[in-house]
């Protein structure tokens, strides 16, 4: 099957969002510019760790001179457009700066039921690129993706509130607790 490239270079939306009650969340990445919408679905660690990895790429693009851009941005990072469609379940993601448009580049590629063998890795570049995963590609100006990294830090903190004793989620019927030696808490 072709592989699938969304691309957003200027866009109007990118947002991460949870579905569902505390312990049973699906979690989404959404991009939109104009009519175009697309949704993937992805783990709740993938949302806490690509909003860090965001936070960290700024700081290091600051770090080595580079000013990056203040104030708001049109891009909306809060709330999904409906109806959710998934397009693909999310198994990497890359980060990337690009120097020449002062943006941040997110990809997130579709996970793969079966890897290639390293015999296959000889084809040339088009094919591996016509037949590999499909790609959700968005470049966010610093403003955005600040305001993707704030929400998405809620999305993830309005979980299950953690067990005073032992730090685990608690589930509103309790939890076996190991610090009550396995008796529910």
């Not at 909003?51 to 080595?64: I, K, P, S, T």
Request: glycine letters at 8%.
């Amino acid at each position: 099957m072709p592989r699938r490239r969304f691309i957003f270079d200027s866009p109007d939306r990118f947002v991460a969002e949870a579905l569902g009650e505390p312990g049973h969340r699906t979690f989404y990445l959404q991009a939109a510019q104009g009519h175009r919408v697309v949704t993937v679905a992805l783990e709740k660690a993938q949302v806490a760790v690509l909003a860090q990895r965001l936070g960290d790429l700024m700081d290091e693009v600051e770090r080595r001179g580079i000013e990056l851009a203040n104030g708001s941005d049109v891009v909306v990072t809060r709330g999904l457009d409906e109806p959710v469609i998934e397009a693909f379940r999310v198994g990497t993601m890359t980060l990337t700066w690009d120097g020449q448009s002062h943006a941040l580049v997110v990809e997130a590629h579709e996970v793969m039921e079966t890897e290639s063998s390293d015999d296959d890795e000889e084809d040339d570049e088009d094919e591996l690129d016509d037949d590999g995963p499909d790609l959700l590609r968005v470049r966010l100006s610093a403003p955005a993706a600040r305001g993707f990294i704030a929400h998405a830090a809620e999305v993830v903190a309005a979980g299950r509130l953690p067990c005073p004793l032992c730090g685990m989620p608690l589930n509103p019927e309790g939890h076996i607790c190991p610090r009550k030696n396995g008796y529910m808490h």
